[in-house]
């Protein structure tokens, strides 16, 4: 019962795939601007956990969603990538995943299996979370998640391929009632994740595993139900899978989830040191103080890098604050490996019982420090400034009332049929480029619309282009010069979508 955990996954906005899989991966929190991105996405240039276990000699398997070909093009050993463009289409991806997934687990080919279905994003885009087609693919899953877990037991026998095997189900984004996601409502953030292991940590590491979140549901059954940012995925797996963490990354490794694998408790019962009880909630503390020194280590070689290449940067005053966090953890760390050898006497319950107390300070003290800038960085990389939010709106409608205010006062001077009137022959072109510029501001209130937001863009302008270059030609006044480089932006213009 207790090999099994279920956590409330956070998710920060944007909350579409390819920002999710590159959070996931890196640790980071991409920006809007990489929305742009989300369709023929670019190569992941930052570090992340696909090059560190390509770099550390770790096969990678992964089948479904294609997005992970773009952002990994070189990093797998097996690959079977299917395309997910089309909304439409709920099984295409999810078969071939299912086609892969259990044969796969009988192989012995990989260290990372990554299985990517998206049918469920697929049926609320088009029918919405409260359909028929939803509950029939989150049926499909389930059973799929029981012959998952079901081939994993039977292999996870001592000795068996799946001894050490650490399962994790999760949704990279949320989404709304009616199926849409990218921006930071409830819905599109919170997502959830499974874990499961073959083996049960021992009761004492378990008492750290937030027995507080755990409740009976309405049969009685006691079920877990943890937080955990996705933003701490990165680490906690690399600290899980034994690679680096990745540059960028500011998570913080899940404590819980970092538990629940036997690699963390399993043959650490010797100790801290020659004189420490053998004890299997110390040894488990120490091993992950341990691995918050490391964590935190390396999210201040970031912040300081970071601070000191940044235009942006951070507010001095906070970055003061969480950099006195990090010297009080170190100054502290120092304290808490100095070998304090008890007296014969003093040794037993006691001396167990301040070495846990030391090393529960030592883990506060690196948390508070990670946790303090990763809030940070959240408030300084994807919260909203509501003030320049609104003066960009109000310049966006005042502009287009300017324009309109001029096609109004043109068309007062004198009618576009009036060939005798100056100003009549520009009228029909500035209605044209006022009917684009209001479809353009209005496009920009839709919903999910950050997703398509480049798209639209490039097709007003190519449809302006061709508007442009077929009134020159039925006007008569077709020139070269003026033409060709309008013909050559259209083909630029329909390259990039
Ligand atoms: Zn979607």
Redesign the pocket.
């Known amino acids: 019962k207790n090999s099994a955990r279920i956590f409330k996954a956070l998710a920060d906005p944007p909350t579409?795939?390819l920002q999710r899989l590159k959070a996931l991966t890196t640790g980071g929190l991409p920006t809007f601007i990489d929305v742009g991105n989300s369709f023929g996405a670019p190569a992941i240039v930052e570090d992340n956990i696909m090059h560190q276990l390509v770099k550390s000699g770790k096969r990678v398997v992964m089948m479904g969603d294609d997005t992970w070909i773009q952002l990994y093009p070189e990093h797998f050993n097996k690959s079977f990538p299917y395309p997910s463009f089309n909304?439409k289409d709920l099984d295409t991806v999810d078969n071939g995943v299912i086609d892969h997934l259990l044969p796969s687990l009988h192989e012995n080919d990989w260290d990372v299996l990554i299985a990517h279905f998206l049918g469920v994003?697929?049926a609320?885009?088009i029918f919405g979370v409260d359909s028929t087609p939803m509950i029939q693919k989150l049926e499909q899953y389930n059973q799929i998640l029981e012959d998952v877990i079901d081939t994993l037991k039977s292999l996870s026998t001592p000795g068996g391929p799946h001894e050490n095997t650490l399962l994790l189900v999760m949704g990279d984004h949320g989404?709304t009632l009616n199926?849409d996601?990218g921006g930071g409502t409830a819905e599109e953030v919170e997502t959830s994740l499974f874990a499961w292991s073959p083996k049960t940590p021992p009761d004492a590491v378990l008492s750290v595993l937030g027995e507080n979140s755990c409740n009976f549901d309405l049969h009685g059954k006691e079920v877990c139900v943890s937080t955990m940012q996705q933003l701490d995925f990165a680490v906690t797996v690399s600290a899980l899978l034994g690679i680096p963490f990745p540059f960028g990354s500011i998570g913080r490794v899940n404590p819980e989830l970092y538990a629940l694998s036997a690699g963390t408790w399993d043959n650490q019962r010797t100790g801290i040191n020659a004189c420490t009880p053998q004890d299997d909630l110390v040894a488990w503390k120490m091993r992950y103080a341990e691995v918050l020194c490391v964590n935190s280590w390396q999210v201040k070689r970031y912040i300081d890098q970071y601070s000191g290449s940044s235009i942006i940067g951070f507010s001095a005053e906070y970055l003061h604050h969480v950099e006195e966090l990090y010297s009080k953890a170190q100054a502290n760390w120092s304290e808490v490996l100095k070998p304090t050898c008890p007296s014969e006497t003093a040794k037993g319950e006691e001396f167990k019982e301040s070495a846990s107390s030391a090393l529960q300070l030592q883990i506060d003290a690196y948390s508070s420090f990670l946790e303090s800038f990763a809030k940070l960085a959240r408030s300084a990389w994807t919260e909203f400034d509501l003030w320049l939010m609104g003066t960009g709106l109000l310049l966006m409608i005042l502009s287009v009332i300017t324009q309109a205010y001029i096609l109004v006062r043109l068309n007062a001077v004198c009618q576009p049929s009036d060939q005798e009137c100056p100003s009549s022959r520009i009228i029909p072109k500035l209605s044209f480029a006022f009917t684009l510029v209001t479809i353009r501001a209005a496009s920009l209130l839709s919903n999910s619309y950050i997703l398509a937001e480049g798209r639209v863009t490039n097709f007003l302008l190519a449809t302006s282009c061709i508007a442009g270059v077929w009134s020159s030609a039925t006007n008569g006044n077709f020139t070269i010069e003026v033409n060709i480089p309008i013909i050559s932006m259209l083909f630029k213009l329909s390259f990039v979508h």
Do not use: A, F, M
């Open positions: 579409t795939s909304v994003d697929h609320g885009h989404q199926g996601h």
